[in-house]
T-cell receptor, first 113, second 113 residues
């Protein structure tokens, strides 16, 4: 998975609790992305980063925040988890030679009860 | 947002047969990419075709792009059981300041031994 790890890989949490997912890369790629994957929706972009401390919103950013304090880590936080945020979350990176091709992590399965 | 739509949603073939998947989109693009996802795994980049290209090959994969019809097709020749996966097209656009990919909902390919 191109030197990308996600943690945790599985998480069960309760509605209203904060949750932080971590994406770590060892590839020194400039761009990092968070997607969610849901049946019937494909992959949807939540937030992305184009450099340390530089982030922007994607298509479905409500209820999520991100931070990138160093090149290798991109954190996704659900401030107060809701059942609608039950999903599989994928991190992706790009940009070592080209921004265009993205490399994906293994995913995090999140269940919000 | 610019989302590709894959067709068919599901495809079941016998080993050795060819598999063809299609992707349609609505507005102009910089490029179009195809990704594969094995069950429970992250997406893997297969091939990228630029808006000024009409056809591209990579091993058993052949991708075509018709910008006048706003459509692309992915052909997998001499399929194998290991090709069983979901296949996604992704539209690449440099809207605003950063390049982004927008994924379709995917085609589930089953190759029966």
């Amino acid at each position: 998975d191109a030197g990308i790890t996600q943690s945790p890989r599985h998480k069960v949490t309760e509605t209203g609790t904060p949750v932080t997912l971590r994406c770590h890369q060892t590839e020194n790629h400039r761009y990092m992305y968070w997607y969610r994957q849901d049946p019937g929706h494909g992959l949807r972009l939540i937030h992305y980063s184009y450099g340390v401390k530089d982030t922007d919103k994607g298509e479905v950013s409500d209820g999520y925040s991100v931070s990138r304090s160093k090149t290798e880590d991109f954190l996704l936080t659900l401030e107060s988890a809701t059942s609608s945020q039950t999903s599989v979350y994928f991190c992706a990176i790009s940009g070592q030679t080209s921004q265009e091709t993205q490399y994906f992590g293994p995913g995090t399965r999140l269940l919000v009860l | 947002s610019q989302q590709g739509e894959e067709d068919p949603q599901a495809l079941s073939i016998q080993e050795g047969e060819n598999a063809t998947m299609n992707c349609s989109y609505k507005t102009s693009i910089n490029n179009l990419q195809w990704y594969r996802q094995n069950s429970g795994r992250g997406l893997v980049h297969l091939i990228l075709i630029r808006s000024n290209e009409r056809e591209k090959h990579s091993g058993r994969l052949r991708v075509t792009l018709d910008t006048s019809k706003k459509s692309s097709s992915l052909l997998i020749t001499a399929s194998r059981a290991a090709d069983t996966a979901s296949y996604f097209c992704a539209i690449g656009n440099s809207g605003g300041s950063n390049y982004k990919l927008t994924f379709g909902k995917g085609t589930l390919l089953t190759v029966n031994p």
